[in-house]
Every structure is written in C-alpha cells, then in structure tokens.
C-alpha cells in the first residue's frame, strides 16, 4: 500500500497528491496513480474508523484530480474487474480483488503475491484491534 494513508496528516488534496506521486516511479500510468490515491483515502478512512465505500470515496476523489486523472478514475470505477476481480496484479485488478478482501480475510483464488500483499494491508488497516 502507498504509505502516505499510514503517515499523512495533511487534508485529502494533498494525501491524493503524494499517493500518485508515490506510485509513479514503479506505476507510471495515470490509472494506477488513481487507483493507489483512492486506496489511501480508504484506508484513511478506516484508520479514522469511518465506513469507507469506494464509490462514495471515488465521486470526492474526482474533485482533486485533473481531467485526465478523472478519465482514468472512471475506467477504475467501471472496469471489469469492478465485478468479476481475478487477482491477475494489474493494477485495477489487483484493487479490486484485494479491497474485499479486507473485511473478510484473503479469499482462495489465482492471488498473486501483489494482490495478496494489498489485501493482507488492507486486512491490518481494517483490524486495528
């Protein structure tokens, strides 16, 4: 998981700001930006022991990204692994697959190590014991 969700205590514009510059050196592409921004602000959000939705979270995300970056969050929001995640380590993918994960443990199917290391993060964000 990006690190920013675990240490930032500065407002959602720039938490999404140093998500997606985080990313870029080993994420170039504008859509796996997005996608660790939105996962930091979920995480964010639990870690703050609210409800996090990613839908909801996604339609305020909109507001600090740039238009491409916007693009790219509606390829996120409506990809087919929205619904049918295979947990392949593609980056929409690996989101998807990995986020469920974090209410209910890892779930048995084709994991690779990346969407497995998302979801055990999201596990310990989600348990806080």
Do not use: N
């Not at 170039?28 to 979920?42: F, I």
């Not at 890892?106 to 994991?111: K, M």
Request: glycine share 10%; charged share 25%.
């Amino acid at each position: 998981m990006p690190s920013p969700a675990l240490w930032h205590r500065g407002d959602d514009a720039e938490l999404v700001r140093l998500a997606i510059e985080q990313g870029r050196p080993t994420h170039g592409h504008p859509r796996s930006g997005v996608t660790c921004a939105l996962y930091c602000l979920l995480a964010r959000r639990l870690l703050e022991g609210e409800i996090a939705e990613a839908d909801a979270l996604a339609e305020g995300l909109s507001e600090f990204l740039d238009d491409d970056e916007r693009t790219e969050l509606d390829v996120l929001m409506t990809a087919p692994q929205r619904t049918h995640p295979a947990g392949t380590g593609y980056v929409v993918d690996t989101f998807r697959s990995a986020w469920p994960a974090s209410d209910s443990g890892l779930r048995a199917s084709r994991r690779t190590g990346k969407t497995s290391c998302a979801g055990g993060t999201g596990s310990k964000v989600c348990w806080r014991g």
